[in-house]
């Protein structure tokens, strides 16, 4: 399921691919996130951090390490594959499913933070509702993602921005990480020849 | 033995020009009055040429190959019975297409063919289709059974002149009736034709038992089931210095025994359809019935031990054993469908596919096989063309004339048969019966029904 | 995966590997306090059973609504099935209510090829005749790979009605597509004569082969094999090939038990070693409904086009 796992894709394309978050910015805005979350639940009681797989689960780990070496705090931290509770299942190959990983104190009247790499249409992170419903019923849940691209489809809008990112719909937006994909950046992708051929959307494109 | 359709048409006489006898050099032969009239060096005939009966029609038969008219000694008509599958008429027009001028009709319709009536309404049905010749096989036991013997003689005797019999489909597995049955039919010069299969040992058998069989849990149909009940046949029948057929034999075994049987001096003979020919055991991976024949298509080293045997003559003579079933005995699971395969339209183009290209058989070993031994077993007259390509002048006029060229994918839409069970859908084979005489009269012309 | 499930003989190591994957995720989702997924809302799967099972029937049936499949139960009892309407019949029907999926348990080998060839939903082969029954072996092989971690190297001895089982073939293809070695033990005329052309090594002699097993399998015995003479007596099977309490000691420590059920206990295993801690037999259950989820989503889960 990793993008790049059969090839880069931006070898493949013609066009440049722009780079536009450097391993460095990425690693400023995890620790401003951070910051942001301590700030926003006074010091993180009761936050349960719960990444999109692929790319959501490495993030949501780095903003646990960051939080634990700000305030000595350890929240806990799981993954939550939205998969099976997607709406356009059909429109497509079958996917693969990923781990979900609720951590042992369950979700349960816990402020629930989802955790992904973009937020595009928003129908991931509504998946990923109707997903974290079935574990339990949080107090509340909020949507940390390192890269807000616009082009939401669904009323849904994050509480914790990496960074806004106006981007057309027919480019990409592909972020990579070292966990994943042994190194960090984030990249946007010129808009793909052939849609058919575009390759993985997983981390790119994913709604 | 004229027919009564004949009368019309046997007087008209016919030219075939430059036709090849058994491959050979290209002759003009004159079909007049039902018989071979006369022949002459080939290309020489004209319409103005002297001798040519009034209305003599010249044939450009350039190329092709004559043959003496095909001999099946095992077809099913199904009728009476199973019209819906086959009848008379339609088992024979496909007889006729391919380049059969008389088939031995099987036993096993309903009623079964047992007594002299039935036997003799099958064969007042074939002369009205008028075809081809339709024998009656009549059956060894009564209702095929195995308990009791059928009345034979009176079978022998009746308008069918029956001279051969079988319980085909059914084993006669009861030593000591078998035995009985083959001494009983020397009275008459009959021939017992056995379905070889053991039948304690093909309980369910659904398929040849083998590495195929255990791979798709189907339950075996073992080739010793097989070769046991033609090794004692071969036994009884040299006992009481009997003859013996051997049906449709399938495995390379039973190749060997009845090669050990004939090295003894015992009158036994043995046919192979054209389908163990060709087809081995693998096709059943598909489930589809159309492969589900019995004997059960075998392996690749049984299929070559037959063409082998064929060949050096230890198998006497092709037999289709064409068995048209319904849509709906076929089109079911594995286990539900009917046994069997059409077999008439295609068996010479099998036969050349699988001996003559491959050099097993020239044209003169085809003509043996699928003619002039069948022939003799069945007891029937002498053939127009003999082994040695020469045409017999005063012989009847049934031939069959081959063009070898083409290569024809099969299409069972396109077959005559009311089935179309034909393993062979989508299969290119070669050669293409062009005409079929039968005593002088076309029964095809133009590769259609005349 | 291909569009039908009918054969382990014909998957590759990689779709066996996303099937016991998937289920792997499908069997955390056991843990959650709403099991019901919507992954399938929609999807028509029809149960077609011409034979009585109610355990994999019923399996199926929770995996399928697990996933919000509607779930059409037809099977042959009652039927116009039972009155003589053919398969092809059946088939149409089904085509005419829009299956997505027919899983299909028919008493004649190779059935849910036939239907395959006339349907344009899928076709999963839940048990065909004395063929195959695949999802019974991947559930067995998701058994082992839970309790022991892998599959690859295993020892694996299926002992019993080798000739007559589908459940048997399926796991020998499985197991050999996955790496691990299989042994079947049985009296000769319980094993089929084109057994040498199968991935395993034959052996007559279950207390030789029990030291070196990390999984023993038993299979079903059917009493009637007796009357057919595959066997003189049930003593003298019990005695040769039944798993008895002296027996099951002589097994590695941490080697497992299975049997497919249902069991002939006393004949083929005795009710202590069948109860025991090595036996996977209740597990077995809970990891076929994992596994089924896992195919019908596999199956129907995408657009139909191949991944």
Known sequence: MAANATGDPVSRRPGV???????????????RIAHQILEKTTGGAGVVLLGIPTRGVPLAHRLARRVHAVEGVDLPVGSLDPTMYRDDLRLRGVRPLEVTEIPDGGVDGQVVILVDDVLFSGRTVRAALDALAAYGRPRAVQLAVLVDRGHRELPIRADYVGKNMPTSRRESVAVRLREVDGADGVLILPPAPDPAAAGEPAARDRA | MSTAGAGARAGKAWVLRRVRPLGGDPVDVLLADGVIASWRPGGSTGPDSEGLPPGTTILDTDGLILLPGLVDLHTHLREPGREDAETVGSGTRAAALGGFTTVFAMANTNPVADTAGVVEQVYRLGVDAGHCDVRPVGAV??????QRLAELGAMAGSAAGVRVFSDDGHCVSDALLMRRALEYVKAFDGVVAQHAEEPRLTENAQMNEGVVAARLGLSGWPAVAEEAIIARDALLAGHVDSRLHICHVSTAGSVEIIRWAKAKGWRVTAEVTPHHLLLTEDLVSSYDPVYKVNPPLRTADDVAALRAGLADGTIDCVATDHAPHAAEDKETEWAAARPGMLGLQTALSVVMETMVVGGRLDWAGVADRMALAPARIG???????????????????????????PWQVVDPGALASRSRNTPYAGRSLPGAVRATFLRGRPTVLDGMIV | MRRHLLTTEELSRDDALLVLDTAERMARVAEAS????PTLRGRTVVNLFFEDSTRTRTSFEVAAKRLSADVINFSARGSSVSKGESLKDTAQTLEAMGADAVVCRHSASGAPHRLASWVRGSVVNAGDGTHEHPTQALLDAFTMRRRLGRIEGLRVTIVGDVLHSRVARSNIWLLATLGASVTVVAPPTLLPLGVSAWPVEVSYDLDAVLPKSDVVMMLRVQRERMSAAYFPTEREYSRRYGLDVDRAAILPEHALVMHPGPMVRGMEIASQVADSARSTVVEQVANGVSVRMAVLYLLLGGSGEVS
């Open chain 3, 34 to 37: 709403v099991r019901k997924l």
């Open chain 1, 17 to 31: 691919a722009r780079t536009v978050l450097s391993a460095d910015d990425i690693t400023r805005i995890v620790s």
């Open chain 2, 379 to 405: 007891g029937l007259p002498s053939p127009a063309v003999d082994a040695g390509g020469s045409v017999a002048v005063g012989a009847p006029a049934t031939v069959t004339l081959l063009d070898p060229s």
């Open chain 2, 141 to 146: 036991t009564v209702g095929l059974a195995g």
